[in-house]
C-alpha cells in the first residue's frame, strides 16, 4: 500500500525558542482512500499538526525536525517541510484540500460564495470567471445545495452553517486533492446536520479517492468517520491502532478517560431517579407565541413578520433539570430568552414560581420588576469566550451582580463572589486575574459562578458545553449536578447533543419549527420517543461502537 | 439601487434647505449689518460718514427688510441660479468664486487624493509587516501629523519648501508666469505650488486613515477566512489583497464623507497661512463683513460637497459590502 501522507518524527516548537515543543516526534501514515482520525483535548496538537501539513502554521511556531513526506501528483515524492512556499501554494487547494472549524467564519462574508468555492481553480486552473462559476454551481450540485446557479451568486451570511460547510468541502474538492484535512468539520454545527456531513465527507473522500486526516476531539464521531485512530496528549501520540480495536480495549490511561468521557445515551432499565419530585412547579410556559416583525425601514412598510414560536406550553418543575433540545432554529433558545423576559412575547403567558412570595407573571414585565426577577432567575451563556468581559477581572465580573442587585457592599461582595467561585472549583487566587488567563472550561466555571452568585432559583443554560471538549464537557456536567443539589437549583438546559441531555436532565423537551413535539422523562423519551422528529434527533447522535448499532439507518 | 439614490438625494435636498435657512440666519446674527460694517471701515479710513450715506448702502442692498423676507429673496435668486451680488467686492459672487473655486476644488481633492492614495496602502503594509521599520515610521510621522496644528505645518512646510526645495512661499504661480498664457511650464510651476497645501491639508488625515486601515487589518489578518483562502493555494499577497483588505477597507469608505469634511473646513485657514487665492481667504472677509451673499453662497457650496463626499461613501460602500446592500434593498 502507498501512502498518501507519511510523517516521520514531526516536531513543532515556538519559533526561536526550540525547547518549547508543542508537538512531539509525531508519527502518521494516511493511505490513498484511508480515513485517519486525530483525537485530542484542544491544546493537544492536533490541529498544529494539521496546519504543519498545509505549511500554515502561525509565525510564532516552528518546525523543528521531522519530515512530512507527501506523494505529490505534480512533484512526485515531497518533503513538505521543506518546500519552498512558492512550491506550497501550487500543491494546496490542489493536491491538499482543507475543511475548516466555523465554516461561518472560515469564510469571508463579503465575497460571493461561488467566487470562494471556485477560488482553488482560478488558482491553479487559471479558469476565467464565468467557467468558475459554472465549475463552482456543479461542485455545489455535488455537495448536496440546492439550486447551485442561484447558490453562487449568493453571500455566504445568506447561508446556514450546514450549508455552508457543504459548500467548504465543495471548495476542498474542487481540484479532487489527494489528501484531504478536516479540522474539526463538525464541532460548529447540531446532530443530524453533523450526521449529514459526516456522510458526505465519506462520500466525497470516496469518489475523489483521497486519503483523510480527520481531526476531531469527540471520539464518537472519530468512531464513525475513521479507519483508524491516533489518540494524542499534550503534543505527544499516546495511542495508535483501528477505530474499532482502539475504542473498544483503549490501553492507554488517557484514552480510556476519553472513551469514558463520552457521554451515553441513555439506556433501558437505568436506575429512575425518585418519582417523588413533587408537583411543585418553578415555571409555567402557556401558549407561548413570539413573532419577529420582519425587518422595518425608513419607507414604513414591514416585510412578513416570522414566527419563531407558536403555543408553547410547559411546565418546570422545582429542583429538575429540564432540557430543551431541537436542531438550530427550532426555538429553544427564543423559548429561553422569553423565560428571562429578553424577548417580548406576542400571546400566552409565563408564570415564575418563587420559593418564598407570589407567583410573578413574566410577560410584559417592566424593566425595573425585570431587573429584581433576574436576581432569582440567571443565564449561563454558550461560549465562555465570547461571554466574559475581557476588560474585567474576574473579581469585578462576580461582585458586580452582587452590587447590582443590592445584595452586598464591598469587602462582604468580594467574600461572597470568592465563596461562590470555590464552589464551582476554581483556585480563590483566580479574583484578581483576567478572563485570558483561563482556558474554555475554567472559563466556563467562572461564568456559572457569575450566575449563581445572586442566588438565584432558577438557571438557564444555553449551550453551555458546546464550546468545550468532551472531557471538559463531562466535568462540567458533574459540577453542575453537584451544584444543583448543593444550592437547590432548578436548571433550564439548552442543548442539540441529546447525549449530554440524557444523562443529566429529568426532563426532557423537544422543540421542532417553534412548536414543542415531544414532552416526557428522560430516560424514557430517548428509550421510546414517540416521536418521529425526537427519533431522527436520537439517530443523528455519533456513537462508539457504529458497528453495532448503524446511526444513520433512521437518519433519512 | 436607483430607489437608494433617489431617496438619499431627496434627504439631500430637504437638509440643505433647512442649512441654507440656518446659515442665513447665523451670518446675521452678530450686532450691525454690511452697511455698519462698512461705515466702520470707511471711519476707520479717515473718512467722514454721514447717517445718510449708511441709510442709503442699507436701502440699496435691501438690508432694511425683515429677516424672513430677505431670506426668501436670496433664497429664491439662489434657485434660479443668481447667487447675489458681493457688497464686498461689487461684483456678482458667481464671479468672485468662478476664480477662485476651482482652486479650492483642486487642493480639496488633492488633499483626500493623498489622504487615500498614501493611507490605505501604507495601513496594508504596516499590518502585515507591524513592527517594521516601515510602520514604526508611520506611527511616528502620523502622530507628528495628528498633533501638529494645519497653520502652523503650513508655516513649517513653507520655511523647509523654500529653503530645501527653493519652492516660492505662498500665491499658486511664480511672479514670471502671472498673466502668461498656459504652457506646460506654467502648469508644472502651477502643480508644484500646490503640492504644500495639499500636504498640509492631507497629512493630519492620512495619518488617521492609516490607523484605521492598520488596526482593522490587523484584527481581519487573523480571521480564519484568510487562513481557509491560503489554504487554497493564494498566495500570501494575493490572499491579503482579495480578502481581508476589502473587510477592512469598509471602515474607512464609510468615513469619506467626514473626512472631505475635515478636509475642506480645514482649507481656508491654510488659504489663508499660505495667501492662496482660493476660496479661504474670501470667506474669511466675507464673514467679517457680512457680506451675506458672498458667505452664504460659500457655505452652500462647502455643504454640497459635503452632501457628494457622503454619496460617494454610500455608493462605494453598496459596491463593497453585500451585506449593506442587502439591507437596503430589504428596507424598500
Known sequence: MTHVLNIKDLTISLAGRPEFQLVSDINLTIARGETVALVGESGSGKSMTSLAVLGLLPPSTAIKSGEIAFASEQFGQLDLSQVPARRMNKLRGRELGMVFQEPMSAFSMVHKIGEQVGEPLTQHFRMKKPAVMAKAAELLDQVGIREPEIAVERYPFEFSGGMLQRAMIARAIACSPKLIIADEPTTALDVTIQAQVLRLLSQVQERVGAGMLFVTHDLAVAAQVSDRV??????????????????RNPRHDYTKALVAAVPHMAVPGRVARDETTSHDPILTVRDVEVKYPGASSFTGKKAFPKRVLSNVSVTMQRGSIMGLVGESGSGKTTLARAVLGLVPT??????????????QTITGLRPRALKQYWCKAQMVFQNPYASLNPWQTIEETLVEPIVQHGLARGAQAR??????????????????????????????????????????????????????????????????????????LSILLISHDLAVTSSLCDEVVVMEHGKVVEHGRSPEIFVSPKARYTANLIAAVPRLNPYETPASETAN | MLFFLYKRLQSAVVVLFAFSFVVFYLVQLPPGDYADAWAAARAAAGDRVTPDEVENI?????????????YVSWIGSV?????????????????????????TLAISFGALFVVY????????????????VVDYSATFIGYIGLATPNFLLALILVYFGQRWFGLSAGGVLSPEFLGEPWTTAKVVDFLTHLIIPVLVLGTAGTAAQVRTMRSTMLDELNRPYVTSARATGLPMRRAVLKYPTRV??????????WELTSVISGAPIVGIVLSLPDMGPVFLQSLVN?????????????????????????????????????SVESAR
Open chain 1, 346 to 359: 406576542t400571546k400566552g403567558e409565563i408564570e415564575f414560581h418563587p420559593s418564598q412570595g407570589e407567583t
Open chain 2, 58 to 70: 442699507r436701502q440699496t442692498y435691501g438690508l432694511d427688510r425683515p429677516f424672513l423676507v430677505q
Open chain 2, 79 to 103: 434657485l434660479t441660479g443668481d447667487l447675489g451680488y458681493s457688497f464686498e467686492f461689487q461684483k456678482p459672487v458667481s464671479h468672485v468664486l468662478s476664480e477662485r473655486l476651482p482652486l
Open chain 2, 248 to 257: 477592512a477597507l469598509i471602515p474607512i469608505v464609510a468615513t469619506i464623507g
Open chain 1, 230 to 247: 491516533l489518540v494524542m496528549q499534550n503534543g505527544r501520540l499516546v495511542e495508535a491502532g483501528t477505530t474499532r480495536s482502539t475504542l
Open chain 2, 290 to 326: 457680512q457680506d451675506m451673499p458672498l458667505a452664504g453662497s460659500i457655505l452652500l457650496i462647502y455643504y454640497l460637497l459635503v452632501v457628494i463626499g457622503t454619496l460617494i461613501s454610500d455608493l462605494l460602500l453598496f459596491a463593497l459590502d453585500p451585506r449593506i446592500r442587502q
Open chain 1, 415 to 488: 467574600d461572597r463572589a470568592r465563596a461562590m467561585l470555590e464552589k464551582c472549583e476554581m483556585p480563590g487566587d483566580a479574583m484578581g486575574r483576567f478572563p485570558h488567563a483561563f482556558s474554555g472550561g475554567q472559563r466556563q466555571r467562572i461564568a456559572i459562578a457569575r450566575a449563581l452568585v445572586v442566588a438565584p432559583e432558577l438557571v438557564v443554560c444555553d449551550e453551555p458545553f458546546s464550546a468545550l471538549d468532551v472531557s471538559t464537557q463531562a466535568r462540567i456536567i458533574a459540577l453542575l449536578k453537584q451544584l444543583r443539589a448543593e444550592l437547590d
Open chain 2, 117 to 132: 492614495a498614501v493611507g490605505i496602502p501604507l495601513g496594508i503594509y504596516s499590518a502585515v509587516r507591524r513592527q517594521s
